[in-house]
């Protein structure tokens, strides 16, 4: 909780998220999104325990903060490796035919849990940025199981998917410490 803004995740002026600079044309608005809503879900799991980190929702929901880092390392494999770089006979990642709910089933309270999840996405994160980096346009397409698809619809279905689990994230945050916010 902030002195100034008690209640509240971050005082404005410490959020690391807000920036001046603002994005000019397509693509690098898309790519601020993104990396919004990436620091949106780091900044939400910070400073919690493996134990807080994997408490769950409400039953009989899997969901916990611990699920949606594995959940959006596991997306952000998908889309960037699998689909966009033309690799869909890569793993999946935390989803088996066996166990399609890995992501979440498999967050449970423990510290190597903990570390590979955070691992999995900072690695996921950094091989997607580094395909953004050398993405000559938005129009580039990836293979899906529908058809191609361009970086552009992918790029704004990871916003989408970010935004609608940066809102759960704020949720299940509060319940567990009651800091709430952006």
């Not at 690391?16 to 799991?45: F, I, N, Q, S």
């Not at 903060?65 to 594995?70: E, W």
């Amino acid at each position: 909780m902030t002195e100034r803004n008690p209640g509240m995740w971050l005082d404005p002026q410490d959020d690391p998220r807000d920036t001046v600079r603002r994005p000019v044309g397509e693509r690098e608005t898309l790519l601020d999104y993104l990396r919004h809503y990436r620091l949106t879900l780091e900044l939400k799991c910070a400073g919690l325990t493996p134990e807080q980190l994997a408490r769950r929702s409400v039953p009989p929901s899997t969901m916990s903060l611990l699920g949606l880092v594995r959940h959006m390392a596991r997306v952000e494999h998908h889309w960037f490796r699998r689909v966009m770089q033309h690799q869909p006979e890569l793993p999946r990642l935390y989803r088996t035919d066996v166990e399609p709910d890995l992501d979440f089933d498999g967050a449970v309270a423990d510290p190597g849990v903990v570390a590979d999840a955070w691992s999995s996405w900072h690695r996921e994160v950094e091989a997607a940025q580094r395909y953004l980096d050398g993405a000559v346009s938005l129009d580039v397409e990836g293979a899906h199981r529908d058809g191609p698809i361009p970086l552009r619809t992918v790029l704004v279905h990871l916003i989408g998917e970010y935004a609608r689990h940066a809102g759960h994230a704020d949720l299940l945050r509060e319940c567990i410490d009651g800091r709430m916010g952006d």
